[in-house]
Nanobody, 129 residues
Framework: QVALVESGGGLVQTGGSLRLSCAAS????????MGWFRQAPGKEREFVAV????????YYTASVKGRFTISRDNAKNTVYLQMNSLKPEDTAVYYC??????????????????????WGQGTQVTVST
C-alpha cells in the first residue's frame, strides 16, 4: 500500500504560480512512476503530467507543456508539480497517483488513469480572473 497526500493548492490570480506537493509513504517510492491528474467541475478527470521512477523522463499534456514542471525527490518521497502562468481553465482538483514501474509502462501508457494503483485525495486549485 502507498499512501499519497497532496498539498499546496489554493486560490491564485491569473498568471500566478503554485507548487503542489505529494508526499508518499508505505512502499519504496522509487519503485513507482508518479502522475498528476486533475478534475474540473463537471468534467472527467484528465492526465496532466507523469515522471518516471528516477526523474529522467517526463511527459505533459499539451495544455500545460511549457507552464508546468513535474519533479521528484526520492530522498523525501515527494513528487512536485510547479505550475506557472496559471489560467482560469487550470481550475480543478489536482490528484497525484502512483504506478508501479514495469517495462510495459512507458510515459505514453502512463497517461491512462487505469495504470495507477494508488491515488491521493486531491487538492483544490482555483485560478481567478
Amino acid at each position: 500500500q502507498v499512501a499519497l497526500v497532496e498539498s499546496g493548492g489554493g486560490l491564485v490570480q491569473t498568471g500566478g504560480s503554485l507548487r503542489l506537493s505529494c508526499a508518499a509513504s508505505g512502499r519504496t517510492f522509487s519503485d513507482y512512476a508518479m502522475g498528476w491528474f486533475r478534475q474540473a467541475p463537471g468534467k472527467e478527470r484528465e492526465f496532466v503530467a507523469v515522471i518516471n521512477w528516477n526523474g529522467d523522463y517526463t511527459y505533459y499534456t499539451a495544455s500545460v507543456k511549457g507552464r508546468f514542471t513535474i519533479s521528484r525527490d526520492n530522498a523525501k518521497n515527494t513528487v512536485y508539480l510547479q505550475m506557472n502562468s496559471l489560467k482560469p481553465e487550470d481550475t480543478a482538483v489536482y490528484y497525484c497517483a502512483a504506478a508501479r514501474t514495469n517495462s510495459r509502462r512507458t510515459m505514453l501508457i502512463l497517461r491512462a488513469q487505469d495504470e495507477y494503483e494508488f491515488w491521493g485525495q486531491g487538492t483544490q486549485v482555483t485560478v481567478s480572473t
